[in-house]
């Protein structure tokens, strides 16, 4: 016998006159679509931000002053601004352990065309942003076509730019920076550090470059998985070389800005900077096995490890302290990103099923 066939309207079955959303699979897309926003790091980052600046608040009145929050926020800035480009990196499933020497290595070049060559400002900056730009296409470099490991491609370029730094200017620091250039990055809008607004910027321009561009998708592609991405038509070298160019060019901006604060260019400058500006990414929410990470994650990272610095200072705890502090929040901040995903040692795991034995 053949089977009954439902009417067009019934509903067991989706009418092409049923509207969609009235359709029950559409519906509980829409639920599985929202899902991912509720991310428990995403949420926790934000709420540890606001505990930490309250916390301090109480314990010295002084923190949550205008001028000192004003004081963080310019002392976050080169963290935030060297932590977008790792950001990228990081999702791409790579490391850049050469940030710190590129942004010293950018401050030594472009001070020193100023002083000793009497470069304009600008072209100086230019002239440093060029530079970091080829130095971490030349990691990108290493780790695409010799098919290097990024820890040890970086951690190579990192001692060679470092010494490059010191060959340089023979191990000396340049001093007598133009004002005009420190007017450039440490100087004030409206009321507002001009770095701060560089930081926003960048910022910007990284969130739509990694979220609405199709280079972006790529990337996020890349670190979830360097064989599909490639399978589905994406360049993985291209994409790689490009995401630790982008890295070059904002350390080498960061190691600007440090130029500017200080009003000189030191030899090892930039160095401060490298675990902090990856424990800013980390913090945010960047997965170190890639595939995962947040612009905005990585600016409340940075700002919550200014706070941090900031507020033990007004405390007067030791500053060697500084680094223990650090070290823990990184630690706290990866394992509330692995509770968000569930530990795997807490994890039940399924008995053995047994083999179906044959009966007569």
């Known amino acids: 016998m053949s089977q009954p066939t439902l009417p067009k309207n019934d509903a067991g079955e ?33 709420i540890a931000a606001v ?44 490391i850049d352990l050469a940030v710190g020497s590129i ?16 470069t304009s400002p ?73 770095a701060v607004i560089l930081v926003a910027v960048l910022a910007i321009l990284c969130w739509l470059l990694l979220r609405r561009t199709v280079f972006g998708q790529n990337v996020i592609a890349t670190g979830g998985s360097e064989e599909t991405a490639w399978l589905s038509g994406v360049r993985v070298d291209r994409v790689k070389i490009a995401v630790y160019a982008l890295s070059g060019v904002l350390a080498g901006v960061g190691g600007l800005v440090i130029v500017a604060r200080i009003n000189a260019a030191q030899t090892d400058a930039g160095s401060p900077y490298l675990l902090t500006a990856i424990a800013s990414a980390v913090i945010g929410g960047a997965n170190l096995m890639g595939g995962e990470g947040r612009i905005a994650g990585t600016l409340i990272g940075a700002l919550i490890l200014g706070a ?9 705890v030791p500053s060697f302290y500084e680094q223990i502090v650090t070290g823990l929040v990184v630690v706290i901040a990866v394992a509330l990103d692995q509770g968000s995903k569930g530990w795997p040692l807490f994890k039940k795991k399924s008995p053995p099923k047994k083999e179906a034995t044959a009966t007569a």
């Open 103 to 118: 942004a010293s290595f950018v401050g030594i070049v472009s001070a020193t065309l100023m002083v000793n060559a009497g």
């Open 122 to 194: 600008f072209l100086a900056l230019l002239a440093g942003i060029g530079t970091g730009l080829v130095c971490g296409a030349i990691n990108g470099l290493l780790i695409t076509k010799l098919k290097l490991p990024p820890f040890i491609a970086t951690l190579g370029t990192m001692s060679i730019y470092q010494g490059f730094a010191y060959v340089v200017t023979n191990g000396r620091p340049v001093y007598n920076v133009p004002k005009d250039f420190v007017f450039m990055l440490n100087s004030y809008v409206g009321g507002i550090p001009v």
């Open 14 to 46: 989706d009418s092409p006159r049923t509207p969609l959303n009235r359709r029950p699979d559409a519906a509980a897309g829409r639920k599985r679509r929202t899902l991912p926003a509720l991310n428990f790091q995403a949420l926790g980052i934000y």
């Open 308 to 316: 941090l610095t900031n507020g033990l200072v007004l405390l007067n």
């Open 51 to 94: 505990v930490i600046f309250l916390i301090f608040g109480l314990l010295n009145p002084n923190f949550l002053t205008s001028g000192n929050l004003r004081d963080i926020a310019v002392s976050a800035s080169v963290n935030a601004i060297i932590g977008l480009g790792i950001t990228f990196v990081i999702i791409t499933g790579g």
